[in-house]
């Protein structure tokens, strides 16, 4: 427990007044709004912070939890983990180590927590292909834009020297062909971000996996907090999962996805 120090991550907050109608009223309001929402935000936050440090663990995971449901931040979802972990719930810990990183691929301290509470849990990290791997590298929406604008580029690159009626240097296509280049792998890590919103995982401790979605199925082996699943489908009350040693349902308060909601 030593290893995991609780962080104070600052929340920053952006509101911008729009124009409607007359404006100034209307961007007024708007603007309170934004600042009664971020000031909601924080409150939550702040008041998660002084019930860890109170020793409340129950009530401040609840106040992160519900600062993260208003304002998704990385920050945030790192001291929800920690609070998660020293409350004595694994999964829910590592649950919210990997939404932060989801969030943020370069937050060092979601990476070493996650290090740390694995070592300990003795599960591994979820089983990533190639492409998903590469998803990692960016936080998902960069890879949107970073499609879009090579995309862009390219099609400048060849197109705009036709319209100017000049003749296509050399760099002008070795430009093309890079952004192309670029623009596929883009969106080969686009498919892997997606990919992974059907990974998951175990949030209770010796959760069983079933045979069948009925709480009469049979046990097929027992699943430890914080383990990773892929999901396959659901049906009522239970999900199917693939996990690192087989296949089977799960109750699906027992089982979460890392993608954010």
Known sequence: MSDLRFAIYDLRFCRTARRFGC????????FATGIGHAAATNDWFTQGVALNRAGQFPEAA????QSEKIQPAAGTLVNLGITEW????????ILA???ARWIDPFDARAEADLRFARAVAQVEEPPLKWFETASTWLPPNAWFWLA???LWLAVGALVLPGIFRRRKAGWQQTLAALAFGLFLFCLTANFGVVSRTQ???VLTKNAPLLLTPTREGEVIATLTAGEPARQVRTRGDYVFIRTLGGSGWIEQSQFRLVCPK
């Open 23 to 30: 404006g100034i009223v209307f961007a007024a309001l708007f």
């Open 62 to 65: 609840a106040a992160f939890a």
């Open 86 to 93: 020293q409350r004595g719930r694994a999964g829910a810990a």
């Open 97 to 99: 180590w990997e939404q």
């Open 148 to 150: 879009g604008a090579s």
């Open 199 to 201: 990974i998951g995982l």
